[in-house]
T-cell receptor, first 114, second 112 residues
């Protein structure tokens, strides 16, 4: 969906390196979410944001940092990548349309940490 | 920890049959329930949401909700091989910023 873009789509990095995953929405949804998806664990929430400059931790925030200076962008940074952070990462803006509050997923970034 | 449980499957059905996917949740205050479909290597795609007890139909899909039993299901009628995917149940939490909690998904295989 052109409304959500994630970059890069694929990334290989080495243990200890910093890497930033980008997420951009063409809408103006206030809420945005970062998930990781791993076999056996399903989708797990890393961080989310209710608006520009408002962020909060999800279920698995350790080792990650987020920022949100503009409504449309929500980058996720791995400060010092570890092999356990090898995963597929999805960004998901959420509509505030009642009652559905539909949440849409970007195409994902497949990250491999060697 | 608020939980959403799904059978991992795979659930195998022949083409044309009804596929029934089930989900239970622990947060009794949850208000909205979602079904996502995820093809292998792709991102989850929202196919249904439901927030009132009973049935909600959309084409070949029917979502069913029973809040008293904390149970939500998805029926797919006239299953097609193209329905083969993993189906994720998600529950919107009643507290905080109303984040979604996902089940681990049920893999559906529809054989021709």
């Amino acid at each position: 969906d052109a409304g959500i873009t994630q970059s890069p789509r694929y990334k290989i990095t080495e243990t200890g390196r910093q890497v930033t995953l980008m997420c951009h929405q063409t809408w103006s949804h206030s809420y945005m979410f970062w998930y990781r998806q791993d076999l056996g664990h399903g989708l797990r929430l890393i961080y989310y944001s209710a608006a520009a400059d408002i962020t909060d931790k999800g279920e698995v925030p350790d080792g990650y940092v987020v920022s949100r200076s503009k409504t449309e962008n929500f980058p996720l940074t791995l400060e010092s990548a570890t092999r356990s952070q090898t995963s597929v990462y999805f960004c998901a803006p959420r509509s505030e349309q009642v009652p559905s509050y539909e949440q849409y997923f970007g195409p994902g970034t497949r990250l491999t940490v060697t | 920890q608020k939980e959403v449980e799904q059978n991992s499957g795979p659930l195998s059905v022949p083409e044309g049959a009804i596929a029934s996917l089930n989900c239970t949740y622990s947060d009794r205050g949850s208000q909205s329930f979602f079904w996502y479909r995820q093809y292998s290597g792709k991102s989850p795609e929202l196919i249904m949401f439901i927030y009132s007890n009973g049935d909600k139909e959309d084409g070949r899909f029917t979502a069913q909700l029973n809040k008293a039993s904390q149970y939500v299901s998805l029926l797919i009628r006239d299953s097609q091989p193209s329905d083969s995917a993993t189906y994720l149940c998600a529950v919107r939490q009643s507290s905080g910023y109303s984040t979604l909690t996902f089940g681990k998904g049920t893999m559906l295989l529809v054989s021709p």
